[in-house]
Every structure is written in structure tokens, then in C-alpha cells.
């Protein structure tokens, strides 16, 4: 190949070096704007409110027993630091010219290099003006708070105090001490998968793999918002221009314009890159309700499954304390039995009868030292309690999802999406819907 032909070459693959490049940036700026749907679109729930699934909460960070951060000493739930230290060189280059002319060059090269790091996490609870909620915040993506940024040499204590004792090399003996933290009844907002505890009737916000966004950010819902808004933008309009650029520079390798028209390859690469959006954009979207469907869909499962609990539950119950309290009375009477033929019964007069009777009666005590019902009859009512709850937050939960996807589907541009995809909105639940599962307790006395 000769020379003059390596640039049309090099032309020639333009477009495609610069179609990849601008299919990475797309890939960006649609990641950034489905964050940006989550974030703007999920209603914030309270911390009472939250059950089962995605959810957006906000409040203060609270823990039974708070970290304190390494470096600033600051009462946190989380915190990581690092410490740099600065270092420079000088870099001589030997060059030789076209015509063997041999020049050396000295330059002076620094940076920072990282020396230590470190950090620690434990789960806390989200405080709102309702009630707490926990977040285990392993897996998170997590946006913390600087509390300490501190530049300085070998004489401060900070130095040696908080940092390695060894030096690296061509040090400047200059160091900084980073660290981000969440303090203490700091503001913050999570976003996340909600489950169900495992030690209580409550939920958790923790780690799920098929959760699309886990964050837990000492930001404004405004702030993040914005953030993926403007990553959003710079990675589209980057990649409209390099897939611009690259088809208006390469394409006259293979397909000269006419005279006069140099502009159409570019805005043919402009075109193209835009019709690609559009269509990436549709898709994205029409997944997003799609996924927001289904789930409203597991959410009224949820509320059907804690009935149908309610429904089987709560009947056994009713019959173990009725059993419990019926053998309490049987005890109770034949003891009273006992104690009144004693007393009409002279000394030494007792027959057989009575000794069986006592016998009886010495037996249920040995087998039953406690005849008291007291303890089923509370039990059952915390497992009403309980049981109204899960279902309580149950119907919360799926109606702010619910409402969240009829939003969806009813305001512009997504409304045009879901009439492609015939999409319907979902009723919300109102107290008549319950009543073919509700039981009625109803104990002797």
C-alpha cells in the first residue's frame, strides 16, 4: 500500500471509530436518563409506608451504635478517608531530529500518589416524621459529606499521626488527608429495594441485584436529579458530535459530495445519531413502564398473599386459644369440684371416687404447671396486630405505585409510548375491596 493511500484509509474507518465511540456516549446518556426517571417519577414514601419493592425515602440518618470517622472524629454511619502523598521527579529525554541531531530535554514531573485508605459502614435507620426504617447500606452507591480535607507537611502531628510512617519515593514530603462521611442525624436520601425484615413486621432497604439504582446520597432529590441531567446532556451532545465529525470527515473518502454540498455527510452523521436516540429512547421508555407494570402487579400480589395469610392464619389461632382457654375452665372447674366435696366430706370418710378426682387433677398439674390462657390470648393479639400491619403496608405501598404508573401513563412524552403499547391505568384499592378476606374473632369467655 502506498503512503498517499494510509489517510484515505484511516478516513475510510472514520465513521466506524467514531459510530462506536458516539454508541458509548449514547449508552451514557440513556443510563444517566433512566436514573433520572427513577429519581424524578417514584413518589417519596414514608418511612411507615414503605413494604415490598423500589422505593424513594428520605430522612435522617440515626444509629443504635454510631461509627466515629478516622480522621475527622466525626459521629457517623458511614465514612471512608484517604491519604495522599505528593511526589516529584526530574525526567531527562534523549530525541533524535531527521537529521540526526541527538537533543536532551530535563522536565520536571509530580503528582500524588494514594498511600492509605480505608473506611466503615454499619446499618442505620432512615428517621422521618413517621416512624424509622432500616437501611443496610452494603452494595449502595453512596454520596457522603466531605469532613476533612487537610493538606501538610512533616511537623504536623497529622502526618505521622494518622498516616504511614514510611515515605514512597522522590517524595515532597507533602501529604492530604481526605474523608467523605454521613454524620449523625444527617439528611439523606435513599433510593432502593425494599424487603421485608426478617426479625420484625417491618421493612429494610438493602442490596438486590435486579434493583436498577441503589443510592444512598446526603444530597437534595434536586441536586441528584440535576447531576444526571447534565451527565445526560454532555454525553449526548459529545456523542452527536463525534458521530457528526466522523461521517463528515470520513464518508468523502468513499463518497465525494458534490461541489457545494460538503455539509450532507455531516449532517447525515447528525441525522443518523438522532434517529438512533429516538428509537433507543421509545425502547427504554416503553421498558420502563413495562417494568413499572409489573411492578403495580407484584405489589397487589403482595396485599393478596398477606390476606390470604390474615385468612388461614388467624382461624387456627382462634381455635388453638379457644382449646387453650376451654381445658383452662375444665381444670379450673373439677379443682373447684375437688375443693367443695372436701369440705362436705368428713375426715377419713373420702371414697374412691374423690381419690381418682384428685388424682386427676395432681396430674394436670404436673403436665400444666401454668393453667393460664393469659399468654395465647396476648399472643393472638399480637399476631392480629402484626397481621394488620403487613397488610396495611401492603395496600399503602401498592396504591403509591399504583398512582406512580397512572402518572406514567397520562403526562408527555410517556403518554405516547403507553398508547403504543395499550397501556391501561391500574384502580387504586379503597376499604370495600377487603372485605371478602376480613375475619371475624370471636372468643368464649
Request: hydrophobic share 45%.
Amino acid at each position: 500500500m502506498s503512503p498517499a493511500a494510509e489517510p484515505n484509509l484511516f478516513l475510510a474507518w472514520l465513521p466506524a471509530i467514531a459510530g462506536l465511540l458516539a454508541a458509548g456516549c449514547l449508552w451514557g446518556a440513556m443510563r444517566a436518563a433512566g436514573r433520572r426517571r427513577l429519581v424524578d417519577g417514584l413518589p417519596t414514601c414514608k418511612t411507615t409506608g414503605v413494604f415490598i419493592g423500589l422505593v424513594e425515602v428520605k430522612g435522617a440518618a440515626e444509629a443504635e451504635t454510631p461509627l466515629t470517622s478516622y480522621l475527622a472524629g466525626t459521629r457517623c454511619v458511614y465514612y471512608a478517608w484517604t491519604v495522599e502523598e505528593k511526589w516529584s521527579r526530574l525526567v531527562t529525554e534523549t530525541t533524535t531530529d531527521s537529521k540526526g541531531n541527538t537533543h536532551t530535554t530535563t522536565r520536571r514531573e509530580s503528582g500524588w500518589k494514594t498511600i492509605a485508605e480505608g473506611g466503615e459502614q454499619t446499618p442505620f435507620y432512615l428517621q422521618d416524621d413517621c416512624g424509622v426504617l432500616l437501611v443496610r447500606p452494603a452494595g449502595a452507591e453512596i454520596e457522603a459529606t466531605l469532613v476533612c480535607e487537610t493538606d501538610c507537611d512533616r511537623s504536623d502531628p497529622l502526618y505521622y499521626g494518622k498516616g504511614p510512617e514510611g515515605a514512597i519515593a522522590n517524595s515532597d514530603h507533602e501529604r492530604r488527608f481526605q474523608e467523605v462521611a454521613i454524620p449523625l442525624h444527617a439528611p439523606v436520601y435513599v433510593i432502593g429495594r425494599a424487603r421485608e425484615r426478617a426479625d420484625v413486621v417491618a421493612a429494610e432497604i438493602a442490596a438486590d441485584r435486579e434493583a436498577p439504582l441503589f443510592l444512598i446520597s446526603t444530597r437534595g432529590e434536586k441536586q441528584i436529579s440535576g447531576g444526571y441531567a447534565t451527565t445526560f446532556w454532555v454525553f449526548l451532545i459529545a456523542g452527536l458530535v463525534l458521530c457528526s465529525l466522523g461521517c463528515g470527515f470520513g464518508l468523502p473518502a468513499t463518497w465525494p459530495p458534490a461541489p457545494g454540498h460538503e455539509w450532507i455527510p455531516f449532517v447525515l452523521g447528525a441525522g443518523a445519531y438522532a434517529a438512533v436516540t429516538f428509537v433507543i429512547w421509545v425502547w427504554s421508555v416503553f421498558n420502563g413502564l413495562i417494568e413499572l407494570r409489573n411492578r403495580v402487579a407484584a405489589a397487589w400480589s403482595e396485599v393478596d398473599v398477606q390476606l390470604k395469610r390474615r385468612f388461614d392464619l388467624i382461624p387456627r389461632l382462634e381455635g388453638v386459644v379457644q382449646g387453650l382457654a376451654a381445658h383452662e375452665r375444665t381444670v379450673q372447674e373439677e379443682v373447684a369440684a375437688l375443693r367443695a366435696q372436701r369440705e362436705a366430706t368428713p375426715p377419713g370418710q373420702a371414697g374412691p371416687e374423690f381419690h381418682a378426682l384428685g388424682g386427676r387433677v395432681i396430674a394436670l398439674a404436673e403436665s400444666h404447671p401454668e393453667l393460664k390462657a393469659n399468654g395465647a390470648f396476648l399472643q393472638l393479639q399480637r399476631e392480629l396486630s402484626d397481621t394488620e400491619q403487613r397488610i396495611a403496608l401492603a395496600r399503602g405501598y401498592y396504591n403509591e405505585i399504583a398512582t406512580h404508573y397512572n402518572t406514567k401513563l397520562e403526562v408527555v412524552p410517556e403518554r405516547f409510548v403507553a398508547a403504543l403499547g395499550r397501556l391501561r391505568p391500574r384502580a387504586l384499592l379503597v376499604a370495600g375491596d377487603f372485605e371478602r378476606a376480613a375475619v371475624h374473632v370471636s372468643l368464649a369467655s
